[in-house]
């Protein structure tokens, strides 16, 4: 059975509110990965899977132009919209698929797909494209989540979905996805990327009380949002109250701080 977040569907239900709940946290791994990549004033950049612009428009500062894809028009428009109320303008935002760039080889001197090609349903053709229009001896920032139980933050929200929703399995760690980093490994290397470094990263945030953390985690997470688009506004008002009173007996004593792992991998295409 195929991801539906590897759809566009639930990336544009969610987009307006990715921008507004979840781009902030995610921005401190995107900010991570480009000290990693340590590019230049310079250098034009290539963002895939760009979103609503978490790591363009902080990138922006630092480099020529960067070209930002994303698959979802409404993420796209998000994303100009965040380029307006910055007045960034060496941000080039364009509707494209990350599986099918289109721009010359050798092109790009970097590379970025935070959280996106994580989900691609041909991952390791997202990573060969990537490699085709990267210039030789230019490197490659790809992120992914790491297994649910390396982060606390994914716990407790996994625990209330399963609590109102018990025919969702135990999150289990996928051997073929980059929560494994043998396998994240194998897919850089496989699309000829080599001097591949896969480093953990966490970030945090602070939970003050469970129903804010909660509708939160609804208005910006693509699988929430898939989920309950996909219900009667009733059936979903009934699991969204179990979620809750699930999270109250769990986070009975806060403020509580709550991380989430990831792996960064910066990888190189050889001269």
């Known amino acids: 059975m195929s991801n539906p977040l590897s759809s566009v569907e639930p990336w544009s239900l969610v987009a307006e509110g990715y921008t507004k709940s979840t781009k902030q946290f995610l921005e401190t ?7 990693l990549l340590g590019l230049k004033s310079d250098h034009v950049v290539l963002d ?3 979103g609503p612009g978490t790591l363009a428009i902080p990138l922006s500062k630092s480099v020529k132009e960067i070209y930002a894809i994303d698959f979802s028009e409404p993420m796209i428009e998000q994303l100009k919209k965040g380029m307006r109320e910055a007045n960034v303008e060496n941000v080039i935002p364009l509707v494209m ?3 099918k760039l289109e721009f010359p080889q050798n092109h790009f001197d970097g590379a970025f797909s935070m959280f996106g090609l994580m989900f691609f349903p041909d991952k390791l053709q997202g990573l060969k494209e990537i490699y085709r229009v990267l210039k030789p001896g230019k490197k490659v920032a790809v992120s992914g989540w790491a297994p649910v139980k390396n982060s606390p933050l994914m716990q407790f929200l996994f625990g209330a979905l399963r609590k109102a929703n018990p025919e969702i399995p135990e999150p289990q760690t996928n051997p073929s996805s980059f929560e494994n980093p043998e396998f994240f490994r194998e897919q850089l290397n496989a699309a000829g990327f080599r001097e591949i470094d896969i480093l953990p990263f966490s970030n945090s945030i602070e939970v003050s009380d469970a129903e804010e953390f ?8 693509a699988p929430l949002q898939w989920m309950k688009s ?3 506004e009733s059936v979903w008002d009934e699991k969204r109250k179990i979620m809750l009173e699930h999270l109250n007996s769990q986070l009975a ?10 792996y960064i991998a910066v990888a190189e295409k050889p001269d």
Do not use: N, T
């Open 214 to 221: 909660l509708d939160s985690m609804i208005e910006g997470g």
């Open 97 to 99: 698929d990350g599986q």
């Open 48 to 50: 895939v899977a760009a």
């Open 253 to 262: 004593k806060l403020p509580i701080s709550l991380s989430s792992e990831a």
């Open 230 to 232: 996909k219900m009667k």
């Open 29 to 35: 791994y995107s900010l991570k990965a480009m000290d």
